[in-house]
């Protein structure tokens, strides 16, 4: 059974920087990639970063030079580090994993997910 559990989450004052954990198990990231979304109140899950076993990077335009996401396959876990932060980042953040190198960037292009940390930017 796949699980992935993230943790990290909390409130910040605008400026200020966050790392969030995407722990897996019953997933080798050498499998496929790991994608993380977030939603906000009223908006759609959105896909804002992805890493595959490969390497290969994506970023959302809205989080690109803030967020860097990384993995350390040897603890199964992959990171977003999140610096400069805005009111805007406020949302729910989860992680999902997909067997495939494809990085996607939707939801139907995950299989499994986790249940999401809460992150709170104030002004």
């Known amino acids: 059974e796949v699980q992935l559990v993230e943790s990290g989450g909390g409130s910040v004052q605008a400026g200020g920087s966050v790392r969030l954990s995407c722990a897996a198990s019953?997933?080798?990231?050498?499998?496929?990639?790991i994608g993380w979304f977030r939603q906000a109140p009223g908006k759609e899950r959105a896909v804002i970063s992805c890493i595959t076993a490969t390497g290969r990077t994506y970023y959302a335009d809205a989080v690109k030079g803030r967020f860097t996401i990384s993995s350390d396959n040897a603890q199964s876990t992959v990171y977003l580090q999140m610096n400069s932060l805005e009111p805007e980042d406020t949302a729910v953040y989860f992680c999902?994993?997909?067997?495939?190198?494809?990085?996607?960037?939707?939801?139907?292009?995950?299989?499994?997910w986790g249940q999401g940390t809460q992150v709170t930017v104030s002004s």
């Open positions: 019953g997933f080798a990231f050498v499998d496929g990639s």
């Open positions: 999902a994993a997909d067997r495939t190198f494809l990085c996607e960037t939707t939801r139907s292009g995950y299989e499994y």
